[in-house]
C-alpha cells in the first residue's frame, strides 16, 4: 500500500527582519503599556546602525529602519505586534 503524506513548513526566521520600526512602535502607542516600556522599546531600536570593516578599510555607517535584533527576546514579540491587525485577503 503507497500512503501519501502531506507537509506543511512554515519559516518565520525571515519574518522578524520584516518589522519596521516605525510601523511597530506606531501600533505599539496604541496599546495599554505603561510609559516606560513604550520608551525604552523605542530607544531600543532608535539608533542602530551596521558598518563592515573588511582588509582595513570600513565602510560609511547604514543605519537600520527594519528588523529586529537576533536573540533580544523582542522578535516575536514585535512581529506579534505588527501584524495583529493583518486581515483576511
Known sequence: MIGSVTLIYLDFFKAFD?????????KL????????????????LKGRGHMTKYSGRTSAILY??????????LGSTAFAITA??????
Not at 502607542?29 to 531600543?44: C, E, Q, S, T
Open 29 to 44: 502607542a496604541k496599546l495599554h503599556i505603561p510609559d516606560g516600556i513604550y520608551n525604552w522599546v523605542v530607544n531600543f
Open 64 to 73: 537600520i529602519n527594519e528588523s529586529i535584533v537576533q536573540g533580544s527576546g
Open 18 to 26: 520584516m518589522v519596521c520600526h516605525s510601523t511597530m512602535t506606531t
Open 84 to 89: 495583529s491587525d493583518l486581515n483576511k485577503p
